[in-house]
């Protein structure tokens, strides 16, 4: 079955600057790529998603990259402010008969100083 | 307004005392879900469904049960809570986008 591993497990940046955190998965046959934001006590919330067929997606400050060769895809945050700081999960699956099981990353506790 | 409720949200119980988590979404979803969260683990999944009566295993199914007999709601059972079940439980549900919304959470402790 699918495994995704996420790096790294903590990340610490400085307002302003950038952050990035990675995954790889093993099923080549994976076709949809959605990041995860969860906030202290809340509950995981979609912030952007790719699908094989793409290989970067922005939306404002977020961006996602991905490389189906490599088995890897990325999450961008530019110009990191405290409400940021999150959790964030990344994951995997498989979309070409409807809804399949995603596979989630371990997470990235991110924490932007101020 | 679109959404995915469990209950109760926080539960304290006892070793064997059986236990029922609900969870229903209104958003005419097919495919529903339930993970637990620890820490260092990420979520992991313990069961779905991709539509009434229709149920698989998920990563981490054992000493849980489900069912969908309605496409709303879907149920987690806890026959006989272990306190290794203690954890935070999501549910969620997806439809034909494939954005899973997940409900608020369920705190669980067995003691």
């Known amino acids: 079955g699918e495994n995704v591993e996420q790096h790294p497990s903590t990340l610490s940046v400085q307002e302003g600057d950038s952050a990035v955190i990675k995954c790889t998965y093993s099923?080549?046959?994976?076709?949809?790529f959605p990041w995860y934001k969860q906030e202290l006590g809340k509950r995981p919330q979609l912030i952007i998603d790719?699908?094989?067929?793409?290989g970067e997606k922005k939306d404002q400050r977020i961006a996602v990259t991905l490389n189906k060769t490599a088995k890897h895809f990325s999450l961008h945050i530019t110009e990191t402010q405290p409400e940021d700081s999150a959790v964030y999960f990344c994951?995997?699956?498989?979309?070409?008969?409807?809804?399949?099981?995603?596979?989630f990353g371990k997470g990235t506790r991110l924490s932007v100083i101020a | 307004e679109a959404q995915v409720t469990q209950n109760p949200r926080y539960l304290i119980t006892v070793t064997g005392k059986k236990l029922t988590v609900t969870c229903s979404q209104n958003?005419?979803?097919?495919?529903m879900s339930w993970y637990r969260q620890d820490p260092g683990l990420g979520l992991r999944q313990i069961y779905y469904?991709?539509?009434?009566?229709?149920?698989d295993k998920g990563d981490v199914p054992e000493g849980y049960k489900v069912s969908r007999k309605e496409k709303r709601n879907f149920p987690l059972i806890l026959e006989s809570p272990s306190p290794n079940q203690t954890s935070l439980y999501f549910c969620?549900?997806?439809?034909?986008?494939?954005?899973?919304?997940f409900g608020p959470g369920t705190r669980l402790t067995v003691t």
């Open positions: 969620a549900s997806s439809g034909t986008g494939y954005e899973q919304y």
């Open positions: 099923d080549s046959a994976s076709n949809y």
């Open positions: 790719i699908r094989s067929n793409v």
């Open positions: 994951a995997a699956s498989m979309t070409d008969s409807g809804n399949t099981p995603l596979v």
């Open positions: 958003m005419n979803h097919e495919y």
């Open positions: 469904s991709m539509n009434v009566e229709v149920t």
